[in-house]
């Protein structure tokens, strides 16, 4: 009985190919919460797949319905095996945007699984049915090797983040008392570096608002009114090139943080950013000067216009038209106040003589930043950990760049927040050809049998 024995059981689960099989049956469920019609899939995935995995594993599982019209259930399984023990928290989400099968490549299928070379291909094995598989089968390797875990554990599954988890919050605020928990270790979203692993402490948070302007209706004929007429198009470009400098750094002080914490400065010069993607082209001179690409992309507030439109640009007529708007989006660190944003972008476009420019905050694009505390000693033991198995400290990222429910989790539980990836940025989730690589997944096996192992251990357990 023994850790490196935990970790060989689920090694070899991934050799054996039990893993892969269990993967496969989960992305055959066509679970597209995208697709209202997908709603009973969503409930299979949950009542036919997940809650007997679990019960295999001695929880008892609870599937309730979510209180928001069209949204997936929820699942909490639960195995307690001592009050007097850490409660451990895992989450994952079991839907998935849609397959649009006829984007993928020729012979691939997004409800079935295709192995080639060191490349599992189907829609969720990386987003998030192949990551939260990871979580149980270390479970479960940790389970057959003790006999038992040493701690308390819980995992929610959800079914509706892919449409941004409606009802998560109300699920999370019903249910706080019976979700307490010390530690919440999740695993979603991509590896900073596909060869090294990471830890991130959150997320950047995201706020769209539309800019517009209407000065009339109807357009008027170009020749006769042209130079005339105000131009709402050019008046919308020249509100927006007022925020930024013509080199993308925000002009608006409240937009900002007042700085970015030490520890995560620290933790941010770590990091290389090595874009998957070889055709981007990183600008050193773009953005706030002074800063890292890193700092910039993980502690920083960004400003970006997501789409701009006036008149009809696949079919122009030549008239001074009416009216433009645009859809711009800020992503934002834990260190920014978001509710000082649209009231700061008010009196700086007043300020600039753009009053006649409308102001309305999108709210079903909106997520809040999070950061669990870099000095909080379990992220400390986390890396000890996870360096113990792979003989590499992994990275500590601050928040991820994307979005997670960091804050929806935080708020309610009130403990620390972790995420452990098991992706890389080339993955394609999201898009057509998803796919898992088959050394980060076996290495994810190897990392989170290795945490569940320590953490049944008393002896270095942040108490």
């Known amino acids: 009985m023994s850790r490196n024995g935990a970790i060989e059981r689920v090694r070899e ?3 054996n190919g039990d893993f892969l099989e269990t993967l496969r049956r989960r992305v055959a469920i066509p679970t597209e919460s995208q697709e209202p019609e997908r709603l009973p899939d969503l409930h299979r995935y949950l009542e ?6 679990m019960a295999r594993l001695g929880y008892t599982s609870k599937i309730t319905e979510n209180t928001v019209p069209g949204g997936g259930p929820f699942l909490v399984a639960e195995r ?7 409660t451990l928290m895992t989450y994952g989400h079991g839907d998935v945007v849609r397959g649009i099968p006829e984007q993928w490549r020729e ?16 829609r969720g094995t990386a987003d998030n049915k192949g990551q939260h598989s990871i979580v149980i089968a270390a479970l479960g390797a940790v389970l057959a090797e003790r006999g038992h875990h040493g701690f308390n554990s819980r995992i929610l599954i959800e079914t509706s983040e892919e449409i941004g988890s409606p009802g998560l919050d109300a699920f999370l605020t019903e249910n706080a008392t019976e979700l307490q928990t010390d530690l919440m270790l999740a695993s979603d979203g991509p590896r900073l570096v596909p060869e090294r692993a990471d830890i991130k402490l959150g997320n950047r948070g995201g706020l769209s608002f539309d800019l517009s302007i209407k000065l009339r209706e109807g357009s008027r004929h170009s020749g006769h009114w042209g130079g005339v007429l105000e131009d709402p198009g050019v008046i919308l470009a020249q509100a927006i090139s007022c925020i930024t400098t013509p080199r993308g750094q925000i002009r608006i002080k409240d937009w900002l943080p007042d700085a970015i914490p030490d520890r995560v400065r ?4 770590d990091l290389e950013v090595n874009p998957a993607d070889p055709t981007l082209d990183i600008r050193d001179d773009w953005g706030e000067p002074g800063l890292s690409t890193a700092e910039k992309m993980y502690g920083w507030t960004s400003f970006i216009v997501l789409a701009m439109i006036t008149g009809r640009p696949e079919n122009p007529v030549n008239g001074v038209q009416p009216d433009a708007r645009a859809r711009c989006q800020l992503r934002f660190s834990a260190d920014a106040d978001h509710t000082r944003f649209l009231p700061a972008l008010r009196v700086h476009l007043d300020a600039h003589g753009f009053q006649q420019i409308e102001i309305s905050s999108v709210q079903d694009n ?11 000693p379990w992220v400390d033991w986390t890396v000890s ?5 792979t003989g590499t400290a992994p990275l500590v990222v601050p928040n991820s760049a994307g979005g997670l429910p960091s804050e929806l989790f935080g708020s ?3 403990c620390p927040i972790l995420w452990i990836p098991h992706s890389y940025s080339g993955c394609r989730q999201h898009g057509p050809d998803e796919h898992v690589t088959t050394t980060i997944t076996r290495e994810g096996l190897s990392i989170m049998t290795g945490i569940f192992w320590d953490l049944g251990e008393a002896e270095g357990r942040p108490q």
């Open 385 to 389: 950990s996870v360096a113990r198995t």
């Open 107 to 122: 012979g691939l299928d997004p409800w079935e699984i295709t192995v080639e070379g060191e490349r599992w291909y189907g």
């Open 412 to 414: 309610s539980l009130g």
């Open 48 to 53: 036919d797949e997940i809650a007997p995995s």
């Open 13 to 15: 689960s991934f050799d």
């Open 80 to 86: 307690i095996e001592d009050s007097a023990l850490p």
């Open 366 to 376: 909106f997520f809040p930043a999070w950061r669990t505390d870099p000095d909080n």
């Open 266 to 269: 620290a933790a941010l010069a």
